[in-house]
Antibody
Framework: EVHLVESGGGLVQPGGSLTLSCAAS????????MSWVRQVPGKGLDWVSA????????YHADSVTGRFTISRDNSKNTLYLQMNSLSAEDTAVYYCVKGQYTPRGGYYFDYWGQGTLVTVSS | EVVTTQSPATLSVSPGERVIFSCRTS??????LAWYQQRPGQSPRLLIY???ARATGIPARFSGSGSGTEFTLTISSLQSEDFAVYYCQQYNNWPWTFGQGTKVEIK
């Protein structure tokens, strides 16, 4: 069974930085695109960032472009999200999500981690 | 950006009833639409992809239909474990966008 385990969440002050990690297992990590999706507690889902299987291509939502960086280490089966210049609006549970490509080039999210909470507050 | 809209926000349903969820997109997304279930305190789980294909392990009481801009998710007979929030997501146009969710409550 696919297993995704996030870590690195916690309390950070406004303007601060945090790096999230996601350890993946039970599938060929290097063959699949990955994403981060966040959810403000009690609210809906919001896609944040995506990275291709090789790591050559990355994509970010407008709300985090220039502040967040997604990366991966295929030798360690690990996905990362470097978050800088954090604000209260970034407070959310961050999910690591495995992507499944479709022939038309889009992809849906077929497996989700349990999430890690990031709280931005002074 | 494609705006993805779900209705209604909340459904009050009795166990055993048929439930139909609606999802609309602001522009055509072909059949590039997925549905997810999120039970209280849990991560989302993929139910349906490509508008009508059931994901691995999803019971046959869940079915999806639609194409273009209008989509539905149907639960043929609601079970106790189906009380949850349901989200649709389009993946035809970048950036991928989710609907705001429909919560199913016990009537």
């Amino acid at each position: 069974e696919v297993h995704l385990v996030e870590s690195g969440g916690g309390l950070v002050q406004p303007g601060g930085s945090l790096t999230l990690s996601c350890a993946a297992s039970a599938f060929t990590f290097s063959s699949h695109a990955m994403s981060w999706v966040r959810q403000v507690p009690g609210k809906g889902l919001d896609w944040v960032s995506a990275i291709s299987a090789s790591g050559d291509s990355t994509y970010h939502a407008d709300s985090v472009t220039g502040r967040f960086t997604i990366s991966r280490d295929n030798s360690k089966n690990t996905l990362y999200l470097q978050m800088n210049s954090l604000s209260a609006e970034d407070t959310a549970v961050y999910y690591c999500v495995k992507g499944q490509y479709t022939p038309r080039g889009g992809y849906y999210f077929d497996y989700w981690g349990q999430g890690t909470l990031v709280t931005v507050s002074s | 950006e494609v705006v993805t809209t779900q209705s209604p926000a909340t459904l009050s349903v009795s166990p055993g009833e048929r439930v139909i969820f609606s999802c609309r997109t602001s522009q055509t997304v072909s059949s590039d639409l997925a549905w997810y279930q999120q039970r209280p305190g849990q991560s989302p789980r993929l139910l349906i992809y490509d508008a009508s294909a059931r994901a691995t392990g999803i019971p046959a009481r869940f079915s999806g239909s639609g194409s273009g801009t209008e989509f539905t998710l149907t639960i043929s007979s609601l079970q106790s474990e189906d009380f949850a929030v349901y989200y649709c997501q389009q993946y035809n146009n970048w950036p991928w966008t989710f609907g705001q969710g429909t919560k199913v409550e016990i009537k």
